[in-house]
């Protein structure tokens, strides 16, 4: 994985829901426009376990883009958060 989706992941573990909007999450990546939708998209085609890590979670609501979602059946936050803060060495 690419630091721009570990980055991205953090942010979604980080939301109380786990569901973001690219656009919302283009300053902390430090990307905007196609790329930031390229870094959840290819999140999204990331697989554990046969599951998505991330899936698509409908249009955004000013309708920019789409939202995403932590898929919890490929793996529990929880988990996923501490795997994170030891890679990104928060």
Do not use: C, H
């Not at 994985?1 to 979604?12: D, R, T």
């Not at 939301?15 to 973001?20: G, H, L």
């Not at 196609?34 to 998209?41: D, E, I, N, T, W």
């Not at 698509?56 to 958060?81: T, V």
């Amino acid at each position: 994985m690419s630091l721009n989706q570990l980055k991205a992941l953090w942010v979604l573990v980080n939301n109380q829901a786990s569901v973001v909007e690219a656009i919302d999450s283009a300053d902390t990546l430090g990307l905007k426009g196609k790329a930031l939708g390229g870094v959840f998209s290819s999140l999204s085609r990331q697989q554990i376990n046969g599951e998505s890590l991330v899936e698509p979670y409908g249009r955004s609501l000013g309708n920019r883009g789409l939202r995403w979602k932590l898929n919890q059946k490929a793996m529990e936050i929880a988990e996923l958060k501490v795997l994170l803060k030891e890679v990104l060495e928060l």
